[in-house]
């Protein structure tokens, strides 16, 4: 399934959810948790009623996603650094398959007393910014192929990274979709103990 279509309907309501949030200000853990736990309710809601969810499409039983507690070490705001002269970049799928998309920049930050660098693609076809990464947990408790984030830049030398709102492509789902796999300078050597962790149905 081409990936325009795996990420059509997830992305509208988690960039809302990135406008909202942007637009909070300083807030305390708790408030910070009512809004992440609100979010998770919403995505819920998608999965089990919406003709776009993945397990609607391929008819599947749903057992409910699972997710990491809030944390807020895990929103990081981090450097920006534009690539001055972007390339299409080729990423493989889970399927054998390829997906192209443009570079954009560079997300730098210090996570668990380490320096990493995210490079963030543009899905140029819907206008929006794209990370797919690897992790330390993946493939122990979170989807072995990786997660996604989407990020929005509002222009400047700095960005915000909140991987509490990383999530499962669709193929963690189900076998039917096609999804792109992170780029290699994507695969951290770090714990992301935040956001969605591997679908296991009931």
Request: charged letters at 30%; proline letters at 3%; hydrophobic letters at 30%.
């Given at each position: 399934m081409n990936r325009n279509r795996i990420i059509a309907a997830s992305v509208f309501i988690v960039l809302g959810v990135i406008f909202v949030y942007s637009t909070l200000?300083?807030?305390?853990?708790?408030?910070?948790?009512?809004?992440?736990?609100?979010?998770?309710?919403?995505?819920?809601?998608?999965?089990?009623?919406?003709?776009?969810?993945?397990?609607?499409?391929?008819?599947?039983?749903?057992?409910?996603?699972?997710?990491?507690?809030p944390d807020m070490n895990y929103k990081v705001k981090g450097r920006f650094e534009k690539v001055e002269n972007p390339a299409i970049r080729t990423l493989a799928t889970n399927d054998g398959k390829e997906e192209q998309y443009l570079e954009y920049g560079?997300?730098?930050?210090?996570?668990?007393?380490?320096?990493?660098?995210?490079?963030?693609?543009?899905?140029?076809?819907?206008?929006?910014?794209?990370?797919?990464?690897?992790?330390?947990?993946?493939?122990?408790?979170?989807?072995?192929?990786?997660?996604?984030?989407?990020?929005?830049?509002?222009?400047?030398?700095?960005?915000?990274?909140?991987?509490n709102l990383a999530y499962n492509p669709y193929c963690a789902y189900s076998d039917v979709f096609s999804c792109p796999l992170p780029p290699r300078e994507n695969l951290l050597d770090v714990a992301i103990k935040a956001g969605e962790k591997t679908y296991a149905p009931h």
């Open positions: 200000g300083d807030h305390s853990p708790e408030e910070y948790s009512e809004f992440l736990y609100k979010e998770r309710d919403e995505q819920e809601r998608f999965m089990k009623y919406s003709s776009e969810s993945p397990f609607v499409i391929d008819s599947l039983k749903y057992g409910g996603l699972k997710y990491y507690p560079f997300a730098q930050f210090n996570l668990d007393g380490k320096d990493h660098k995210l490079l963030i693609l543009e899905n140029v076809s819907e206008d929006v910014l794209f990370l797919a990464f690897g992790d330390e947990t993946s493939a122990i408790e979170t989807y072995g192929a990786g997660r996604y984030l989407d990020v929005e830049h509002f222009g400047g030398n700095t960005i915000t990274l909140d991987f």
